[in-house]
């Protein structure tokens, strides 16, 4: 059964991104950049995959006093309270804050100087081709170390984690391009007065932690089995 959920899940991921590049009947984004944002997506979920994993293996060495593991993911924990640190630990912050840092920050790096970004559905459609690509790098290599499909892993979590990730990056990409219009207008001695200013980082403040939080919760009941 995991198998099948993983090849739907596969198939289902390059067909949004496909779905989302021909919805757009006005201006499409060239092909080679998303075929670019999809590979550095791949690369990404790859080597998130074993920084995760690493930094899982330091956090188990952390709390061995406690807990024991076994290499089959099995464990046996004499104190109750530091298993649920533990997973708290290795759920909020290496699985969630980390990830979703990474492919933030790989977003804007990608699209932040792009002529043609310029409109909420270009920012959709490139955070959920990064989060796509790297959907299915991370989830191929974690179901061939582990043998497991888990609940965060299925598509329809990462399409709306793409979606709000898109928003709230465009929000913040276009806040930011008026941010920078205002700062030379305001050196205008003629136009400073009409200008004012706009954080554009507010919308980020208010998604990234709901994101982390949805992200963290279910890493953290999924491991609780």
Known sequence: MGIILLIVSIVLSIGL??????????????ISLIIF?????????ISTYYIEFGLTKLLELMFSSSITF?????????NSRMYFLFKLIDSYFIKSTLELFIIFFALH?????????????????????????FFIAFV???????????IRDTIAFQFFVGVIMGIGYTEYHLKYIIRKC??????????RNVT??????????????????????????????
């Open 37 to 45: 944002i999809a590979l550095i997506g791949l690369l990404l979920g």
């Open 182 to 191: 205002e700062d030379a207008l305001s050196k205008n001695k003629y136009l």
């Open 140 to 150: 191929i290599i974690n179901s061939l170390m582990t043998g497991t499909f888990l």
């Open 196 to 225: 004012h200013k706009i954080e554009p980082l507010d919308p980020i403040l208010l998604i990234a932690p709901i994101l982390i939080i949805l992200k963290g919760t279910i890493e953290f009941y999924s491991g609780l089995n």
């Open 17 to 30: 991104v496909v779905f989302s590049y021909l919805s757009d009947k006005v201006e499409k984004e060239p």
């Open 109 to 133: 790096k990608l699209t932040n100087k792009l002529k043609d970004f310029d409109c909420y559905f270009d920012g959709i459609l490139y955070s959920i081709t990064l989060n796509s690509a």
């Open 70 to 78: 076994y290499p089959n993911g099995t464990f046996v924990a004499s």
